[in-house]
């Protein structure tokens, strides 16, 4: 049997796949089981941050791979504590938890939240705030916690206690504060999967005030923005604002399922014995792909991916298509539908994403400049 049929008969149909089986790849460029060559702009939804088969991220896996592959989290590992901090000190956090996907981190940061607030204010004190068009996981609490009807009606009741503000409203944001108990605000500062939707700092600056005035905590989902996707390490620290929780995952491994929840002072010790866990969370062989991504996370080359943004931006801008986003996180205004675009690109070797009616980027931080001009310029005759 060829691998689509294989896929058909035995994989639940939860996927409406492309027409295409990737046998392999380097870099920003994959191969399909005929041999034919694509441009990747997708890296996985975010998550090969080096592309296909970074040799030294290879280097690391299977090195690790060969000393301890698995231990679970009742025994110290050298690479999870060294990831952690990594982690903390790149980013001024106090503590990590780790598990295996950004559902997962999300799902810490909710019970960080509840937990915190049940201590400080009182049980009553669970409702957590997010963002109409936002997108947190699959899991019955993370779909709660998305802004976006569509994925809640299947799968009804949901996790109690969220609460939907608009973006940039801070006035609505101040009256969902007012009228209930809240816990946490969590948002992302790029919307990705809602439409690549860049927030402005003023409001994000509004936001973190009035969390501090109603003490409230303040979480930001960098589970798509993170790991150098926006030309900082971190996306919050484009617009200069100080989270309580951060949660993380796709790019972080560089392509193996790794997530994490990170804590500042205030929240660190909120986790006690027994609070959370997880089987496969710091297993050793993710974790040290993830000190090889992250250790190459530098300033030049995170300027690097900022760079190729703005190019990507002006080539698309200059053919007349807007576009807007963050550092490699691009989302294009189509005048056609999107799957057609997607589907001209990929006739043409180009693979590229959708988030609602926008043609998405999500490029490897590494790819070149003459791989981006190839690529754009594919986009642009299907556009």
Same mark, same amino acid.
């Given at each position: 049997m060829s691998i689509k049929s294989t896929d058909q008969q035995y994989i639940a149909h939860t996927y409406k796949r492309f027409d295409l089986a990737i046998v392999k790849g380097e870099g920003a460029r994959c191969y399909d089981d005929s041999g034919r060559e694509y441009i990747d702009m997708t890296s996985g939804i975010g998550v090969n941050a080096f592309g296909y088969c970074?040799?030294?991220?290879?280097?690391?896996?299977?090195?690790?791979?060969?000393?301890?592959q698995h231990t679970s989290n009742l025994y110290y590992t050298a690479p999870c504590?060294?990831?952690?901090?990594?982690?903390?000190?790149?980013?001024?956090?106090?503590?990590?938890?780790? %598990?295996?996907?950004?559902a997962e981190a999300n799902e810490c940061a909710v019970k960080v939240a509840r937990k915190y607030a049940a201590e400080h204010k009182g049980a009553e004190y669970y409702h957590i705030i997010t963002l109409n068009k936002s997108f947190h996981g699959r899991t019955l609490t993370t779909l709660a916690a998305t802004g976006q009807d569509g994925f809640h009606h299947l799968f009804t009741p949901l996790t109690e206690g969220f609460l939907y503000a608009d973006a940039e409203d801070v006035? %609505?944001?101040?009256?969902?504060?007012?009228?209930?108990?809240?816990?946490?605000?969590?948002?992302?500062?790029?919307q990705g999967e809602g439409g690549v939707n860049v927030l402005s700092q003023s409001y994000l600056k509004a936001v973190e005030s009035l969390c501090r005035a109603h003490d409230v905590l303040l979480m930001i989902d960098e589970v798509q923005t993170g790991n150098g996707r926006t030309g900082e390490l971190y996306a919050y620290m484009n617009y200069d604002i100080s989270p309580d929780v951060v949660t993380t995952a796709k790019g972080l491994a560089g392509g193996l399922p790794m997530g994490a929840c990170l804590m500042n002072g205030r929240t660190a010790e909120v986790l006690g014995y027994g609070d959370h866990g997880s089987t496969f969370g710091g297993n050793p062989?993710?974790?040290?792909a993830a000190i090889s991504v992250m250790r190459r996370m530098d300033d030049a080359f995170l300027s690097e991916v900022k760079a190729k943004g703005d190019y990507i931006c002006t080539r698309l801008t200059d053919a007349g298509y807007a576009a807007s986003g963050l550092g490699l996180m691009i989302g294009v205004t189509t005048e056609k539908?999107?799957?057609?675009?997607?589907?001209?690109c990929m006739e043409n070797g180009v693979l590229?994403?959708?988030?609602?009616?926008?043609?998405?980027?999500?490029?490897?931080?590494?790819?070149?400049?003459?791989?981006?001009?190839?690529?754009?310029?594919?986009?642009?005759a299907s556009l």
């Open positions: 970074d040799s030294e991220w290879a280097d690391a896996v299977s090195e690790q791979a060969r000393l301890l504590a060294q990831l952690a901090e990594l982690l903390c000190s790149r980013t001024g956090m106090a503590k990590v938890f780790f %598990g295996n996907s950004g006035q %609505g944001m101040e009256r969902l504060m007012t009228e209930h108990k809240v816990a946490a605000v969590l948002l992302e500062v790029v062989v993710c974790a040290a539908p999107v799957a057609e675009v997607i589907a001209k590229c994403l959708s988030a609602k009616d926008k043609l998405r980027l999500l490029p490897p931080l590494n790819i070149s400049m003459e791989e981006i001009d190839r690529a754009v310029d594919v986009i642009i």
